[in-house]
């Protein structure tokens, strides 16, 4: 099992930029795959991003392909979400997902286990 926590979420103006930070606690991170989601009020959770075991892989949903980056430091076990040009309809409570048999997964349900996610608000 992995526990996972979120940090590095605030309130940004558009344009702005912020770096999410999932660390991770538990068994051997190296061996999950991660994901960011992100819900936002009155809206499903959507996918955000995904990036295999290695870090050699990685998924982006199409609304923030360009502006975001996922990463990943598997000594420290850590993953990362780079948000840049951020927009209003970037503001959300984002979640980092890991699972031992995703690979690159862009749904819920392909992830075990969950962060209690960081809130993101861009103002316009």
């Known amino acids: 099992q992995v526990q996972l926590v979120e940090s590095g979420g605030g309130l940004v103006q558009a344009g702005g930029s912020l770096r999410l930070s999932c660390a991770a606690s538990?068994?051997?991170?190296?061996?999950?795959?991660l994901g960011w989601f992100r819900q936002a009020p009155g809206k499903e959770r959507e996918f955000v991003a995904a990036i295999s075991w290695s870090g050699g892989s990685t998924r982006y949903a199409d609304s923030v392909l360009g502006r975001f980056a996922i990463s990943r430091d598997n000594a420290k076990k850590r993953m990362f979400l780079q948000m840049t040009n951020l927009k209003p309809e970037d503001t959300a409570v984002y979640s980092c997902a890991a699972d031992d048999t995703a690979v690159l997964g862009m749904t819920p349900r392909a992830y075990a286990y969950w962060g209690q996610g960081t809130q993101v608000t861009v103002s316009s």
């Open positions: 538990g068994r051997t991170f190296s061996n999950y795959a």
